[in-house]
């Protein structure tokens, strides 16, 4: 006996709609349990063409005066840091393991780096998270926020991570001003 067409459509379409449902409560799952962390963010064009609105993250971190850039012999694939007051995350160095990470700083995280020797040095982080869609106005809210801040002055705002068992870094949502702005998908 032989399914028809029609059933067999039905049968597949409801298979990639049940994967879907697991996909995102798996990362759901794990954006929850991860250890939450905040990280500096700095301002850069909050839109595309045709891509809605959304915040860009641009996570940069400036080094202390006179520190060098950090050189990782074959380029880093984990990025440590220091967890400090309120919980925010301060780059410390990067490393080709994450047993590597861990003996510079005590929060090993799966991402790259990228460093410019200039006065002070930055370093911009890639942690797999770019993006946090929202509505319009509110978007264009963040990116004042955001274009307001100027160097040595206080950070008002952050990506607010989740890091997992594994390391890897998941965005939960964005702490502006102290306002907590999460992504809620369930």
């Not at 067999?8 to 298979?15: E, F, G, T």
């Not at 002070?120 to 955001?146: K, N, S, W």
Request: charged letters at 25%; one cysteine or more.
């Amino acid at each position: 006996m032989r399914v028809q067409a029609p059933h067999r459509i039905m049968a597949v379409a409801a298979l990639c709609a049940a994967a879907l449902a697991a996909l995102v409560v798996s990362e759901s799952l794990a954006r929850a349990s991860g250890q939450e962390a905040l990280v500096p963010m700095e301002a850069v064009d909050p839109r595309a063409l045709l891509q809605g609105h959304y915040v860009q993250l641009n996570l940069t971190q400036r080094l202390e005066a006179n520190e060098p850039c950090p050189q990782v012999e074959g380029g880093a694939e984990w990025i440590a840091f220091y967890r400090g007051g309120n919980d925010v995350l301060t780059f410390a160095g990067g490393a080709r393991s994450r047993d590597g990470a861990l003996q510079i700083a005590p929060v090993p995280v799966k991402g790259t780096f990228t460093c410019w020797e200039s006065e002070p040095a930055t370093v911009q982080l890639d942690l797999g998270i770019d993006r946090f869609y929202i509505g319009q106005a509110e978007a264009e809210r963040i990116e004042r926020v955001l274009r307001e801040q100027t160097p040595g002055e206080e950070t008002r705002a952050f990506a607010l991570i989740s890091i997992s068992r594994d390391g890897r870094a998941r965005l939960k949502g964005l702490v502006i001003d102290g306002e907590r702005l999460e992504l809620n998908w369930l």
